[in-house]
């Protein structure tokens, strides 16, 4: 499997507030970028939507561990296998780091057209969801 790991994103938050949020798909309409994703739908541990350009999408939670680390895989018609995870750390009261890493099933010609857009994709990913958190989500 490819990995892909974003950079470390400040929240200025708990780590339990932040992670409420992201651990349960119902929480993540504020973050859903309209421009990009139409027809959302959630239930707690499972969603799908629409990525314009590419097609029907799902996602699945299949690990929580309070506070720290949510870990997702993709759920019905997916391009590729991937799992995704969430690591949260609070350093200090109202300072919680967040890490995005993303491991896919990549063949050679996938790694070779996606490896940029992923790669910069969760470097993306990962700044708005603390600037969303940041600006009091």
């Known amino acids: 499997m490819t990995e892909f790991?974003?950079?470390?994103?400040?929240i200025q938050r708990p780590a339990e507030t932040v992670y409420r949020v992201l651990s349960d798909f119902r929480q993540f309409t504020p973050l859903i970028p309209k421009d990009k994703i139409e027809g959302w739908e959630?239930?707690?541990?499972?969603?799908?939507?629409?990525?314009k350009g590419i097609g029907d999408l799902g996602l699945k939670i299949v690990n929580k561990e309070p506070f720290s680390t949510i870990?997702?895989?993709?759920?019905?018609?997916v391009p590729?296998?991937?799992?995704?995870?969430v690591q949260l750390k609070e350093v200090?009261?109202?300072?919680?780091?967040?890490?995005?890493t993303l491991k896919a099933e990549l063949n050679m010609m996938f790694k070779m057209m996606l490896s940029k857009q992923l790669e910069e994709g969760i470097n993306s990913?990962?700044?708005?969801?603390?600037?969303?958190?940041?600006?009091?989500?």
């Open 92 to 100: 200090a009261p109202n300072d919680t780091r967040m890490k995005l």
């Open 125 to 137: 990913m990962a700044e708005q969801i603390a600037s969303a958190f940041n600006r009091g989500l």
């Open 5 to 10: 790991e974003s950079k470390v994103a400040s």
């Open 42 to 51: 959630a239930e707690e541990d499972r969603c799908k939507f629409n990525v």
């Open 80 to 85: 590729f296998e991937f799992f995704f995870w």
């Open 71 to 77: 870990k997702f895989a993709g759920d019905g018609k």
